[in-house]
């Protein structure tokens, strides 16, 4: 059957509890399910990153038959990692892709691949480059940044601390000087 998906812009209204948009699944409930190993950071944390993500670029996946909720794309204007990669400091050049989760039912099918070229070439449009940190085993989020033109940047040893896991800088150079 042909899923029949829609993509909105992850705006503050879109955020407040009495919106039109009334899903069934939370970005945070997503998160937790894509990232088991995360389930220790509170929700306050995670509210704060999705707050910070309303622009243009960040999306919310939806299932349009049963509305259901199935996915996010977190973009973070104006900023890149510093060096260590624990926090971002100020550049106007860049955008951090923060974040990108799947439900699982919906993982594998291609959604991934096609909304995040949807939002990179958006972020193309505005000339940004773009910065992610992926987890060194995360093969299948690598094959999708591959696909979208990133290029491993650096190796930060034991980034994901909890897990003992190397994060790999990955980023899109739209060559803006
Ligand atoms: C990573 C994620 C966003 C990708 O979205 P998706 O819709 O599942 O992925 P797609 O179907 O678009 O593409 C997956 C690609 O990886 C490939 N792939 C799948 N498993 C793989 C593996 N173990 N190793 C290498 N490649 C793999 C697929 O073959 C496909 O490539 P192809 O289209 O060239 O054949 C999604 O799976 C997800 O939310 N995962 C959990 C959260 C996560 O890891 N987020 C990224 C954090 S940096």
Redesign the pocket.
Known sequence: MTLNIGCLNLTKEILKSNSKYNFNTSIFEIHNE??PENNHVQQTHIDTIINMCTNQFSKLLINKDNKELI?YILILVGGRYTEDGYSSIADEKYCI?F?????KE?????????Y?KKVMDEIRFYNFNTQ????ED????????K?LNFIQERVIENHFQNININGLVYTNNNNRM
Do not use: D, E
């Open positions: 894509c990232f996915g892709l974040n990108i989760g799947i439900k919906y993982q594998n099918k291609k959604i991934g691949f096609t995040l992610l940190i992926v987890r995360n093969l299948r989020a690598q094959r999708v940044y696909k």
